[in-house]
């Protein structure tokens, strides 16, 4: 077997490439031929390993990132540029720079090793090194390096893993907290949410607001027009409910049935107000046809508000019955309006 150049291969015929089976691949950089020969001749009978040759030192990092060999026996002095530098540029490369570096030096000098071992190599030997030992830290080397790869394979495939469960689990969290029909909050996100503005309220000594929201005659709306309508009514009405509430920091959520809630943190009662009205407009811009309302031809809805500095005493039942006592106001006042609960009216 003849000495080659870049590209060419080993008999063993081995540039690694990432899931293969890896066996030890050399790449020796020395601008001496008969030491590239020699050393060719050490690893010949060893029928794993793949050995290649590079004698132009300004190439030998392209031929290092191309070839990925498991480890690179680097000269240290060559024309043109030292093994010192070539030793960090590989280091610098994304590609090369894990491999392991054996350093070929012509004498023991304690000063040169430290210097190598300083810019990143991994090892040092006298060239030529004796054969046994040079198989031995070739394998050593490209054993340890090899187990480093599939470490790091592994934590890129967990972290892969664990990236794809976080995707899941927000998946799931967040179908756990909309309503299936409306695609909304649901009445549990509800509860967590106004249980945590209620206490946030009382910390920070703000007022919350709460609107409870009923459509108006809605029974004789599934009753006449069937359910499937009555769905499709629930659906546009939680649309417009949400487009109408423009702050990130309120939810919008449905109660139950045909009721909807909307909270408010940092609200008061002139600010709920202003909002309720907004959504009542939303839902009459929709102009749903209900030929069985007592009130008008449309769709729209009554709302009850309430409004409170929350204390440790303060529970969301508290700020819910409130605002349930203003929407049945609401309604005995006449329905498609809104009121706000006696204690808070200014």
Aim: proline share 4%; aromatic share 6%; glycine share 6%.
């Amino acid at each position: 077997m003849n000495v080659q150049e870049f590209p060419g291969r080993s008999r063993a015929g081995h540039i690694n490439t990432p899931g293969q089976n890896m066996h030890p691949v050399v790449l020796l950089v020395d601008d001496q031929i008969m030491v590239a020969e020699g050393i060719r001749r050490m690893l010949d009978a060893e029928k794993d390993i793949g050995f290649h040759y590079c004698s132009d030192p300004s190439r030998a990092v392209q031929m290092a990132a191309h070839l990925k060999p498991t480890v690179i026996l680097q000269d240290l002095i060559m024309p043109g540029i030292d093994g010192y530098t070539l030793v960090k540029d590989y280091r610098e490369d994304q590609v090369t720079s894990n491999i392991p570096i054996i350093v070929l030096s012509s004498k023991e000098d304690p000063h040169d090793k430290s210097i190598a071992f300083e810019n990143g190599a991994n090892d040092y030997l006298v060239k030529l090194p004796d054969r046994i030992e040079l198989i031995a830290r070739i394998r050593a080397h490209t054993k340890a390096y090899l187990t480093r790869l599939e470490r790091d394979e592994a934590f890129r495939k967990l972290g892969e893993l664990q990236k794809e469960l976080q995707r899941s689990n927000a998946e799931l969290q967040k179908l756990t907290c909309l309503d299936g029909l409306t695609c909304i909050a649901n009445r549990r996100r509800f509860d967590d949410f106004i249980r945590k503005e209620c206490l946030r309220s009382a910390r920070d000594e703000t007022t919350i607001a709460l609107i409870l929201i009923d459509i108006d005659y809605f029974k004789l709306y599934n009753d006449n027009y069937g359910h499937l309508k009555g769905d499709e009514c629930l659906q546009k009405v939680a649309a417009a409910l949400q487009k109408a509430v423009q702050r990130p920091a309120d939810l919008v959520a449905r109660y139950g049935g045909e009721e909807f809630a909307v909270v408010l943190p940092s609200t008061d009662a002139a600010g709920a107000m202003k909002i309720a009205d907004s959504l009542r407009h939303a839902v009459e811009a929709l102009e749903l046809s209900h030929a069985y309302s007592p009130l008008t031809n449309i769709i729209t809805i009554s709302m009850g508000i309430a409004c409170k500095v929350a204390n440790e005493k303060t529970s969301p039942a508290d700020l819910i019955e409130m605002a349930d006592e203003a929407l049945y106001e609401a309604k005995n006042a006449g329905r498609n309006q809104s009121r706000v609960y006696r204690s808070h009216v200014g």
